[in-house]
């Protein structure tokens, strides 16, 4: 039997003193996994284990990081939904005390393969990581155990202070069976430093009251202001406020970044682009092209995922009404913001693009304008693929006689790379309980009741598919925007003209084209008032297509603010009442 411990430093460096299993057939195949006793000596740990099995010089490429080799990273971070994955299993772990052991056997959950005796013999390389939870009782209900944000933007593998083993490179057959021991020596880093202010770019953090009295525990929000040229210069001047809505940010990214110094010459690929980008924008932004306001990016990372989805939630708090309530009104004392209706936006993609038009339709008469790009789904008739009204199972459409698998993400080009139950086996080895951190996960934390164990009620069976049309009935009637509008459209309607504006590709990623097709329809079929929304579709463009099909989505998304502030402030200016400042900020 090989005992992992004091492994090399990753480099695919194959342990020398055995090929990785006991020399004779001991039962089924197995890991001992153990807590070294030099990374925890206080209380005994809960949380989630994740052992990941990775091929070495695979020479793959993930899906999402196009042209890297994968094998020159650890496991840890060659986990992901598509195909080209590598192997994880997940247990679930409760007083972990130091020196202790956890098993990882036939019984524990693998993804993609689901159990250890069907990994093929040959060459990996194993990796375990410790996810670490505490307990929070959300809203004084019951005992929950959940992984707290430590500053990462909550991502089990790089989540400071969580117990890992170092890589090292095995022979495994799950057939042979034996005894594989692997010890947890060694923790995750410190996040880098955050980035500095500048004269534009202030970082602040809010204490939410409503957020804080929910989950028993201080909750900050975090704010990344940019304040428009001249800002300092103008102490008369009052501003509008843009909110860009998206995932959670270490530095400045609107979708482009701030840059205040020329492009790096030596820099190459993606991220030379990101930089002229970057830089174009603080050009553009100093130098009068783009109107005068003041641009707003939060982080709201929380115990589910890297964002709250800025809305008012059973089992995550009222994340809605403290930015609403408390966070906006607080950036607008500090930075002299003019603090009414007319003169505040919000934008985004994806998630982003979701909670901007969440955002405006929850709190209509607090924004006037949401231009919402490539948004999550806005109809669960089309959950990307699966129709959950209809679907009895989130996984796979059956006939009388044969059955389909529901696709989750596709390439631009239509090629299928991952589908609904490889997706939610993926989320759930890396965590029970809707605790992954990922996608899928967080739409059911933020839209689902309380479960009866404390956890989000299942909006599906994770591991079958099997669909809770209870469950559906409450998102439907809590965050399904589409048929939130059509259901209150005599109020909300007059609130919402000039107000809403959608775009999206038609061959979005992750089939987000489809519900805003639906919504699109039963926009146009409105009357009293009849719906001016605007919609824009991207011929062949994948996500995130934000309303220019000239370049790629990877290029174009770096030029949203020049397309959409100067339109945003044209509405704010035609709307506003009269007496309004319209003209302090305008210099």
Known sequence: MCVLAAAPAWGGVKDSNAGGQSGKNDGPLRFEVTLAESVQKGEALTGHLILCIAKPESGETGADKPGRKRDREEPRFQIDEGYRTQQAFGVDVDGLKAGGTIVVDDASFGYPLRSLAELPAGDYVVQAVFNKYEEFHPGGGKAVWLPPDEGEGQHWNSKPGNPMSAP?????DGKRGGVVRVVMDKVVGPVPAAEADT??????KIRSAKLSQFWGRDILIGAMVLLPAGWAEHPEAHYPVVVWEDHFQRRFMAPASWRETPPDPKATGYEKIGQVWGYRFHEDWMNGVLPHVILVVLNHANPYYDDSYGVNSANLGPYGDAITEEVIPEIEKRYRGI????????EGGSTGGWEALAAQIFYPDYYNGAWGMCPDPVDFHAYQVTDLYEDKNAYVRSGPFESVQIPSDR???????AEMAQVNHYEYVLGTKGRSGEQYDIWQAVFSPVGADGYPRPIYDKVTGVVDAETVKYWREHYDLDAIMMRDWPALGPKLEGKVHVAVGESDTYFLNNAVHLMQEEMDATRNPHSDATFDYGPRQP??????PSESTRITRLTINQRVLPEMVKHMLATAPAGSDVTSWRY
């Open 199 to 204: 004269q534009q770019l202030k970082h602040i």
């Open 168 to 172: 090292v490179t095995l022979h495994l």
């Open 339 to 346: 603090g009414q209706g007319w003169a505040r936006g919000t």
């Open 411 to 417: 390439e631009g080009d239509g090629d299928v790379t």
């Open 543 to 548: 996500h995130c297509y934000s309303g220019d």
